[in-house]
């Protein structure tokens, strides 16, 4: 935890002309006694969520409760100009993911349905609300950013594709990382883009064409395999600015 | 498993002029399987460890034993020409590493002692010998490769950096990623290197401090902070060529 977010809901005096007042409980206040073991006059960097970043003084720290005064004015960094289309994964790699892609700073994740992607995984409690958000606040407060990415499930991959990928990704560069493709995967884009990846073992045939009718390249990362957890950094970062 | 690596104790005739025979069981044979659910006459793709790949035909399968018919001829993907000096991670953390590092191409992996790095790191049953070997054929088999990388523990720093690094690398590129360093990690380079990737919570000044006045550039990935397991491919993804 290289920033500690703060809710509204733990918000006691909003900052404005003068410091803001926030009390903290649960894991962050693990965190704070048991990794920062801080005390009373230490001093953390904190965000609001969605809004500026800034530091906190810690005025009150008892087993159960820590009250911070905090100043901001800081603005989080720039978001990744990246949308990821991404097959659903296996639960384990799920969670792993969210944190990557918020970390990374992408702030419009679609986890999306294939041939390959096993029925079960969408039955995962890793994909309710709650779960999801927790995940993507671990990868907020890793890289100091506080603005929410947005998730969105589509379970079904033929009308998401016809009926709502186009309207959602006007006036962007979209690639689809596919190892049999000709095209090397470009490097440092200069537009936003979309990102589209496949589950374990590949999109099937089928779905490479539906995506390459709605305008996607097929880009290739030379002839190594990697699992989704590693393809989804190394791409990120070779397209990013 | 997308490529089944064969080690010498499973080669009951080697490949000349003539298909190889080879005998596998365990996890292999249980992956084959479970996952890739083969019969007699299906084909895999093989490799031998540190040699070529090509195509085995299954020609025996009992409960537990799988027995392979099978020719070699197309080489291992290029390595990746970066050595990584890695401070040693967490164990949780240190395994994935191993198989990012073996997917990714790495050939010469480092793991050194920084002053943040937890003296009980060092105590982990994932440094055995046979435990590092096992990750590093998982991230060779995920990727299609073939070639062991070479693991050096070093767990004394200064002795290190003063008498064995400057000789390790020779002709390389020497850069250290250290979030406060003014400079931008470059991109794809055009000669060997090697990276300095340090523990969470970073590399003490003084550690930075010596491995500048070894030759090493500060670079940084801008203002997010990334786990040393999505730094790792980042970097990686980042300065190949």
């Known amino acids: 935890m290289n920033l500690l977010l703060l809710e509204s809901g733990d918000i006691v005096k909003p900052v ?41 003084t810690i005025v009150r720290l008892e087993k159960d409760e820590l009250e911070l005064e905090y100043t901001l004015g800081t603005p989080p960094p720039a978001p990744l100009e990246i949308m990821v289309l991404l097959a ?90 596919h190892p049999v493709s000709d095209v090397e995967c470009p490097r440092q884009l200069s537009e936003p883009a979309v990102l589209a990846i496949g589950p374990e073992g590949g999109f099937i045939p089928y779905e490479v064409e539906r995506l390459v009718e709605f305008g996607f390249e097929c880009v290739h990362l030379g002839q190594r395999i990697l699992r989704v957890e590693t393809a989804v950094p190394v791409l990120l970062s070779r397209l990013s600015s």
Chains 1, 2 share one sequence.
């Open 88 to 177: 659903l994964p296996r639960p384990k790699m799920l969670k792993r993911t969210f944190q990557t892609l918020a970390a990374m700073g992408v702030k419009r994740i679609v986890l999306m349905n294939t041939y390959r992607v096993e029925k079960s995984y969408w039955q995962t409690p890793w994909l309710k609300p709650e779960a999801i958000r927790e995940q993507l606040i671990l990868g907020l407060e890793q890289a100091r950013d506080t603005v929410m990415p947005e998730v969105i499930l589509e379970k079904r991959f033929k009308p998401f594709v016809e009926d709502r990928l186009t309207e959602m990704t006007v006036g962007m560069r979209k690639l689809v990382a």
């Open 16 to 56: 404005d002309a003068t410091p803001g007042r926030a009390v903290i409980s649960g894991r962050r206040l693990t965190h704070v006694q048991d990794v920062h073991k801080a005390e009373v006059g230490d001093t953390l960097r904190v965000g609001e969520l969605n809004g500026e970043m800034g530091t906190a």
